[in-house]
């Protein structure tokens, strides 16, 4: 019995084993880029940057290497270098073979050891963008030749990319047989810039009228004599924009009828061709029922009707926006017009489309806060010419300049510090943006500069606006320059560049240069007789009235 009781004794007199030490866990120090510390967002870097991570401990360089990944936004892999300070707890990147405006990702692993073992408590993540390519993408020429470029290239989008069938233009570049109807009304105006600029002949020009205007007469659907916003450019058959935008869409249909009268006033030849031209435009022209769209007798017009929902989307067009032109165009008709009462009421809300406040020192007439986005002063504008035109409510030019400046400034203070905004890189419209489409405009800015924007401010900015041209053209052409001329949007901060053409976008640039070189396409329009009555009767005045 003495023997157990003796091994327990020397059992309890055993040293317990020691546990094994782990080792001590390292975090981050500091982290720069290019000298520069700047949290985990780095902005405008040169294509050489180096990028310095610094630890709490000396790091295990045998492994390091092996646990920082260097990937550009796409996923792709970057070439880089590492080398090492401060007794190894530094890791120095020096990335190989950076693009210019890209995105990039640099990641640490929390398998990154130190020389004593341990491991990184939290993995460090940065993102690091490069900045413009400053160099010029094109040889320098002359503002008249950069001007006659940019007119040319955009207009290959309605002239070779026109539908086939109906000789309309597409909605984008993507969209197959839908054709956009205000998109065409500006695609016709162009078509008439280039046909007096000598880009194409006034007999092909005529062809590709005649064409259009049959399409209109004889195939397209219509509704009370207006279009649809989309048609199908073989069939003449609705495309529904929206579930209940399946018929008549008013606006689109004065852009329709602004690039018609324009065209009309054009083709002005005592020859057939161009007679017969003339009346089947007036047909179109005199079977919109204009009055019938203040649904039984409201004093406002209404944006749609549907043939299977009728007025349920009840949207009464009323400023200040881009829609002015339907109002004039509804003043304007001999067979269905609209009173003063409609304007004055639907349109100017007796007065409470008004503004009249400063911004960045310059007072707004009308409008939204910071004027809304550019195309409130283009899309109207295409053939109404502001120049000297008031009525009750503002002095047109005035808005216009107002607005395009105010516009500008913005992007010149920049309020959210985005990269790229400057006095060369600027406007804001509605444009596609890398996640969809939206209206830009200094109360709605996502980052995303329009071309489309500053170039169709010419006649109101012209300086600013051609500084804004030429950079788009030298500086950011190789990603932005295409075969309809600039691509639709592009954004610096987070570089994107579209690959989009848009009818809408893509007109304006075309007619508003020719109105600011010539005044081409507002004489047209303003010479039509039906114009002068119909904006009288509204109470403008104008020396082109």
């Known amino acids: 019995m003495l023997l157990p009781l003796l091994l327990l004794a020397c059992g309890k007199d055993k040293a317990a084993p020691k546990p094994t030490p782990v080792p001590a866990s390292f975090t ?106 400053s160099t010029d993408k094109f040889p320098q020429i002359t503002d008249d030749a950069l001007l006659d470029l940019v007119q040319k290239q955009t207009l290959k989008y309605f002239w070779d990319f026109g539908h086939p069938v109906s000789g309309l233009a597409r909605e984008r570049n993507t969209s197959g047989d839908v054709v956009t109807t205000g998109g065409s009304g500006f695609g016709i105006m162009a078509i008439v810039a280039g046909t007096s600029r000598g880009f194409i002949s006034r007999a092909d020009a005529l062809t590709r009228m005649q064409t259009i205007v049959a399409f209109l007469k004889n195939t397209a659907q219509k509704f009370h004599g207006a279009f649809p916003h989309w048609m199908n450019g073989s069939t003449g058959v609705v495309v529904p924009f929206s579930t209940q935008d399946d018929g008549a869409d008013l606006v689109e249909t004065s852009y329709l009828m602004e690039g018609l009268h324009t065209a009309r006033q054009y083709f002005n030849g005592a020859g057939t061709a161009e007679t017969n031209l003339r009346a089947d435009i007036n047909t179109l022209w005199n079977g919109v029922e204009w009055d019938w769209f203040t649904q ?25 926006n881009e829609a002015l032109i339907t109002y004039v165009m509804a003043a304007s008709s001999t067979t269905h017009p609209i009173t003063k009462t409609v304007y004055d009421n639907g349109w100017a809300g007796n007065g409470q489309m008004a503004n009249g406040n400063t911004f960045y020192g310059i007072k707004l007439p009308l409008g939204p806060s910071f004027g809304g986005p550019l195309f409130f002063a283009h899309y109207s504008f295409l053939g109404i010419n502001p120049n000297g035109l008031s009525d009750n409510y503002a002095a047109y030019d005035v808005q216009n300049k107002a607005h395009a400046l105010i516009n500008y400034d913005y992007c010149v203070a920049d309020p959210k510090n985005y990269y790229g905004y400057s006095s060369q890189c600027w406007g804001l419209t509605a444009s596609d943006i890398a996640s ?6 200094p109360t709605n800015d996502v980052g995303v500069i329009a071309p489309t924007a500053a170039i169709s401010s010419l006649p109101y900015t012209p300086t600013q606006s051609m500084a804004a041209l030429r950079f788009f053209y030298y500086k950011l052409g190789d990603k932005l320059w295409g075969q309809y001329g600039f691509y639709d949007a592009f954004d610096l901060n987070d570089p994107w560049f579209a690959s989009s053409d848009l009818a809408i976008d893509e007109g304006p640039i075309v007619c508003m240069i020719e109105n600011y070189r010539s005044g081409l396409l507002w004489n047209l329009f303003m010479s039509c007789p039906e114009v002068k009555t119909g904006m009288k009767n509204l109470g403008f005045q104008s020396p082109n009235l």
């Not at 990039?104 to 993540?125: D, E, K, M």
């Open 28 to 133: 981050l120090n500091t982290l720069k880029v290019n000298g520069v510390s700047n949290g985990y967002t780095y902005s405008a870097q040169p294509l050489k940057s180096v990028i310095k991570i610094s630890f709490s401990a000396p790091l295990n360089t045998a492994k390091a290497s092996g646990n920082v990944s260097f990937n550009a936004k796409n996923g792709s892999a970057i070439t880089f270098a590492t080398t090492y300070e401060n007794h190894d707890s530094t890791i120095v990147i020096t990335p190989s073979g950076l693009q210019p405006l890209t995105q990039y990702l640099i990641a640490v692993s929390t398998n990154l050891t130190s020389s004593g073992g341990g491991n990184l408590q939290n993995p460090v993540n940065l993102q690091l963008t490069t900045a413009i390519d």
């Open 296 to 320: 039984g007798g409201q004093n406002a017009l209404l944006w749609h009707w549907s043939p299977d929902y009728g007025w349920s989307t009840n949207q009464q067009i009323n400023g200040w």
């Open 436 to 441: 969809g489409y939206t209206a830009s405009s």
